[in-house]
């Protein structure tokens, strides 16, 4: 009887200790709300690498768009230096023929000058001689008729060298004018093909920070998740103690049951306290069912947020069509840049009467009429849509290498030329024809 009452007195006392001591510091419950805490770290990084992600896509989407413009622009340089080739070696032929024009603008005033000193020192005298030299009517009549056609020489003389020295002016004219367009369009291309590269480099290093930004937040995440792994860890082996203690509570409840069935006193009260000190109370399934109830209150909370979304999204509104205007608008813009023939051009200007240049000109008469389209040559070639030369309407912008004009009609085209000639109206052909691009329909 004795062993049996130690016996119980030691199933109480170690009961009672588990009941009372605490289990550890932190208990699976504070483990779990530290995980949703590190969860919710781990949510928010996954956010941040998301939003990393996007805008290092954008930005490389923005960069192949610049690799693609600087291709076209090298392409177009590479299409004005040719330009500028051919145009120097007809500037070689021509060279050659203001040569021989000269040479005949030379002697042409040679013998003019021998005409003149003639008359200065004949005079009337030597055709009054050529009159008395006459032997007879009809001689002094051939005579006669002799000295009109040596006026008409005279007079055919002079007119045939003021044509060869006006043609000589109008040649060197007309190419200085055409080496200068396509300098001035050289140099434009070259401004664009520098803002390019520039533009183009600071994406590159934009995206390089964006890969320092995903490695750094990569990390972190990583850091969570090994937190997480190490607090499912704690969390299972928080669970297993206290499986093990309700095990050893069940255990010890099981020798009272044996106890109380014995007719001792003293083992009937040391067994009865166990009864009323026992902490298996289930509650276990009570926090595994609050669990379970948390989570299908997230869910539902969930659903309802992706129904509110999905509703969200149906309401967005469609975009837009852009709005097009008739053919008397083009007409419209094309008159209306052709009041400023004359006014200067200015490199790098957008004033249509203070100064422009060719892709400034374009773009401030399109925004007379609320149209925007891009700022240089290269852009421009690309806004709109893209028509045959056949097809060219008023109001079209006409694309070559470096340069735009707007076409009026009729092979003709407005545009900001060059400082020597300002806005002016030229041949649509002048020059070689990349692209026509209409703006409003």
Known sequence: ??????????????????????????????????????EEQLDEVGERIDNIETQKE?????????DSQLVEILTSISICEDEIAAKED???????????????????????????????????????????????LPDMLNKATYVEKLYA??????????????????????????????????RELKEQQDYLERLIAEKRATVANFDSQLAQAEREAASYKEKLKQQNEEIRRLEKEEKERKEELARAQKEKEKEQEKPENTVTT????????DPADGSAPAETSKADASAQTNTSDQSDTAQKDAGNSDKSEPEKPASSAGSSLGQQIAAYGCQFIGNPYVYG????????????????????????????????????????????Q???????????????????????????????????????????RRIVN
């Open 1 to 38: 009887m004795k062993k049996r009452m130690l016996s119980a007195i030691l199933i109480f006392a170690m009961g009672f200790c588990s009941f009372c001591r605490p289990v550890s510091a932190t208990t699976a419950d504070d483990v779990r709300q530290e995980q949703e805490k590190t």
């Open 58 to 66: 954008i930005v490389a989407g923005e960069i192949t768009q610049l």
């Open 90 to 136: 007809e500037i070689d032929q021509v060279k050659d023929e203001l040569k021989e024009a000269e040479q005949r603008e030379q002697k042409q005033y040679e013998d003019m000058k021998t005409r003149i000193r003639f008359m200065y020192e004949k005079g009337d005298q030597a055709y009054l001689q050529i009159f008395l030299e006459a032997s007879s």
């Open 153 to 186: 020489y005279d007079r055919e003389l002079l007119s045939e060298y003021e044509n060869t020295r006006q043609e000589v002016i109008s040649i060197k004219e007309e190419l200085e004018l055409e080496e200068a367009d396509l300098l001035s369009s050289q």
């Open 270 to 277: 040391v067994t009865g306290e166990l009864a009323k000190t």
């Open 349 to 392: 200007g957008t004033s249509l009467t203070n100064g422009t240049d060719c892709s400034g000109f374009t773009q401030a008469v399109y925004a007379h009429f609320g149209i925007s389209i891009p700022r240089d040559s290269t852009s421009q070639r690309f806004a709109g849509r893209e028509v045959s030369y056949a097809e060219a």
């Open 394 to 436: 008023p109001g079209d912008i006409i694309c070559y290498a470096g340069h735009v004009g707007i076409y009026i009609g009729n092979g003709q085209i407005v545009h900001a030329s060059t400082e020597k000639t300002g806005i002016k109206i030229s041949n649509a052909t002048y020059r070689t024809i990349l692209s026509v």
